[in-house]
Every structure is written in structure tokens, then in C-alpha cells.
């Protein structure tokens, strides 16, 4: 079985180097990358200037706060978008028109960072240079220092913070074209095959006093760090870690993600390595050791294709 997996992987090394393709942002969302309480909320407000998109606000959101709605900063910034006080009280929207502008509340918060998003684009359009990332450096900066800068300024976590929002948005959009193979994935596999008949552990993430032993998101973790990428050590986390390729897309190293929850990534309890043929390496469970498995079963949620840029871009703590 391990002759014919390394055999797997050689075709698919073959296949990268002649497919082709660009990911593109787009203007819809990947099947259940935003939680389902907030996925029309964000196409819906992500669509209401040329300059925004669902993805770019998504990315936004959950760089801003996982998800949270009742999340305070230690800047007291507050709620799902992080709002400071000062900033609400200027920019925040009765989104849902109950009469309140509530922080806590995402059907405001989220209509308010796309308007103020939306505001940022029309203060820094006269400014050189890609139009969203002007907005983006003026959300994290100030829209003076884009416009006195001529573009996105020369500081450090500005810079950063454009990179990585627009890296993250590239999994929470749907991909439009085909998405390409990622050089490191052959590794991941071979590592997640040296592994084969390693009892499982919850918890484990395959240090010595573990015995080496792995539960399912740390084996891929492990995987993924011996090709020099660093992911989320849980699986809902590592699903933001790339773009999403459909079913019939998959190629050997894609993670594939298992819901209860078919509409909500955050949901996700379980992450396995694809490897062809319909088949992920995986550490089960309790009592089991880590195996092949089949990939088809009822709670089968989607697959992430591992980018170091999209690695790079998820937040520490979501």
C-alpha cells in the first residue's frame, strides 16, 4: 500500500508541474467558510462597494475576531468587527433598522465595517495604486497616511496587514478557476505515511513523552511543519489555511474537513490528509491507529489546498 501511495504522489508531482490556473478572489463565499448565523449578512454587505468584496470582508471579520461577537480587545475594542468606541460612534449603522446601533449586535456590526470599509475606499480613491489595499492600509493606518504616503505606507504592520487580509480572503472566496498544487504537498504525505500504524491520541501532537502518538489535527499539523509550514493546531482553524477545492478537484495533500454541521466551518471536528483514489491518511479516533480511510462519508464538509501564504495569514488566536 505505502509503494502504491508513493506512487500517487509522483503522478501528482507530474500534474503540477503541467496544471495550471489562478485563484480568484470573486464575489461569492466558499461553501461554509462563514459561519452560517453570518454568511448572508457578509455576502450581502460585502457586495456594497466595487472595492469590497464578501471574501475580503469575511477575512476581515475573522481576523478581527474568529468569529466572536462578545470579544473585547485589550485596546477595548469591541464585538464580531472590533470597533473602538470612538469609531463606532461615528461609523456604526443600524444595519438590521431596529431603531439601535448596537456594537454587540452583528446584524450592525457587520453593515458598519462594510460601510466603513466602503468610506475608507471613497476617502483614498484619488490615491495611486490598487484601490482595496489603499482601503485596507486606511482601515489598519488611517486613510491620512495612505493619502500623505501615496499608497500603502511604509509601516511594518500596515504592510502586513494588507498581505495577510488579502491572502486569508482566498479561503473564504469561491474559487472560480482551478486552484494550483502546492509544491510541499508530496512531503506532508510521506510524513503522514511514516506514521501509518501510530496508535492514535487525543491531544497528541507526537512529542516524545507522547510516544510519538497523534490525534487528527495534530498529525496534520505535524505534516504540514515538516515542510516548513506552520498551521492552526485545531481543525476548524486549519481550514482557513488556503483555498478550497471542490470534490472532484481534489489532488494528494489537500486537508479534508468532516462537519455536523454542513454549513458552518466552525463546526468541523476532524481533518485527514488526501492522498487519491478517494482515500486521506487520518488518526481516527480512541482506539484506533492512524490509517487510510475513505473520504465520502455523510460528514464530509469540503477540503483546503495548504498555501504557505494562506498559513502565514491566519491569525494566532481566533
Same mark, same amino acid.
Request: overall charge neutral; glycine content about 12%; aromatic content about 8%.
Given at each position: 500500500m505505502g509503494f502504491v501511495m508513493l506512487l500517487v504522489v509522483g503522478v501528482y508531482l507530474v500534474a503540477g508541474n503541467i496544471m495550471g490556473g489562478l485563484t480568484s478572489a470573486g464575489r461569492g463565499?466558499?461553501?461554509?467558510?462563514?459561519?452560517?448565523?453570518?454568511?448572508?449578512?457578509?455576502?450581502?454587505?460585502? *457586495? +456594497?462597494?466595487?472595492? +469590497? =468584496?464578501?471574501?475580503?470582508?469575511?477575512?476581515? +471579520?475573522?481576523?478581527? &475576531?474568529?468569529? *466572536?461577537?462578545?470579544?473585547? &480587545?485589550?485596546?477595548?475594542?469591541?464585538?464580531?468587527?472590533q470597533f473602538i468606541p470612538g469609531t463606532w460612534a461615528i461609523y456604526g449603522i443600524?444595519?438590521?433598522?431596529?431603531g439601535k446601533r448596537d456594537v454587540w449586535d452583528p446584524n450592525d456590526a457587520i453593515p458598519s465595517a462594510a460601510s466603513y470599509d466602503c468610506q475608507l475606499a471613497k476617502d483614498v480613491?484619488?490615491?495611486?495604486?490598487?484601490? &482595496?489595499?489603499?482601503? +485596507?492600509?486606511?482601515? *489598519?493606518?488611517?486613510?491620512?497616511?495612505?493619502?500623505?504616503?501615496?499608497?500603502?505606507?511604509?509601516?511594518?504592520?500596515t504592510q502586513n496587514y494588507v498581505q495577510r487580509i488579502n491572502s486569508l480572503a482566498k479561503s473564504f472566496a469561491a474559487p472560480v478557476t482551478r486552484i494550483d498544487p502546492t509544491r510541499q504537498a508530496a512531503g506532508a504525505i510521506a510524513f503522514a505515511q511514516s506514521k501509518l500504524g501510530t496508535p492514535y491520541l487525543w491531544g497528541g501532537e507526537g512529542a516524545a513523552e507522547q510516544g510519538g502518538?497523534?490525534?487528527?489535527?495534530?498529525? =496534520?499539523?505535524?505534516?504540514?511543519?515538516?515542510v516548513g509550514i506552520s498551521l492552526p493546531r485545531v481543525a476548524n482553524d486549519q481550514y482557513n489555511a488556503g483555498p478550497h477545492p471542490s470534490r472532484n478537484q481534489l489532488l494528494p495533500g489537500d486537508l479534508v474537513f468532516f462537519s455536523t454541521d454542513p454549513a458552518d466551518s466552525r463546526a468541523i471536528h476532524h481533518v485527514g490528509i488526501y492522498v487519491g483514489g478517494g482515500y486521506m491518511i487520518d488518526a481516527p479516533r480512541t482506539g484506533a491507529v492512524i490509517r487510510f480511510d475513505p473520504v465520502d462519508t455523510a460528514e464530509y464538509f469540503g477540503a483546503t489546498r495548504v498555501t504557505e501564504d494562506g498559513a502565514k495569514a491566519l491569525p494566532t488566536t481566533v
Open positions: 463565499l466558499s461553501k461554509g467558510a462563514v459561519p452560517a448565523a453570518y454568511q448572508a449578512l457578509v455576502q450581502k454587505w460585502g *457586495n +456594497l462597494c466595487p472595492q +469590497l =468584496t464578501p471574501a475580503l470582508l469575511a477575512a476581515q +471579520l475573522y481576523q478581527e &475576531s474568529g468569529w *466572536n461577537p462578545r470579544i473585547v &480587545s485589550p485596546a477595548n475594542a469591541q464585538g464580531i468587527a443600524d444595519g438590521n433598522g431596529d480613491k484619488d490615491v495611486p495604486g490598487n484601490v &482595496s489595499d489603499n482601503m +485596507l492600509a486606511a482601515y *489598519n493606518a488611517g486613510a491620512y497616511r495612505v493619502i500623505k504616503a501615496g499608497g500603502v505606507p511604509g509601516i511594518s504592520e502518538r497523534f490525534d487528527c489535527s495534530g498529525l =496534520t499539523q505535524a505534516a504540514y511543519a515538516k
